[in-house]
């Protein structure tokens, strides 16, 4: 009976990792994100003096199309749900960017790395429907 019992709390556990894992898959796919803000180490920048219109769309079978720095480009994404983190590689980049999903809803995405300069940074997203 303990056994029925603990197989039953490991599924329950496991189908809600899944089914979050899921949401959050399916919010980033239902979106176009569009940066509003970023913060360097303790100094927040609102998008407009830097990246105005900068943003990302987030596809279904693991492709993207985004505007970065004004330049459109293509590249691949994946998210793990154990460690939620984004994954991302544009078209061209030697490497990959690996970035914490700290939150995600159907209107805002934060999402916190580590900048070329090796400083903490947190880039902020408003969600625009498809």
């Known amino acids: 009976m303990k056994h029925i019992l603990s197989l039953s709390l490991f ?57 970065d720095n004004g330049v459109a480009t ?4 994946s998210f793990d749900e154990n460690s939620k983190v984004l994954t991302t590689q544009n078209e061209g980049d030697k490497e990959p960017s690996k970035m914490l999903v700290r939150s995600i809803s159907e209107s805002t995405l934060v999402l916190e790395t580590m900048s070329h300069e090796s400083q903490p940074m947190t880039i902020y997203f408003k969600g625009q429907k498809l």
């Open 11 to 67: 599924l329950v556990i496991a189908i809600g990792a899944f089914a979050q894992s899921a949401s959050t898959t399916k919010s980033l796919c239902s979106r176009k994100w569009i940066t509003t803000e970023f913060q360097l180490g303790n100094q927040k920048f609102s998008a407009t003096d830097v990246l105005e219109n900068d943003g990302t769309m987030f596809l279904e079978g693991g492709t993207l199309t985004s505007v």
């Open 74 to 77: 293509k590249g691949k994404w």
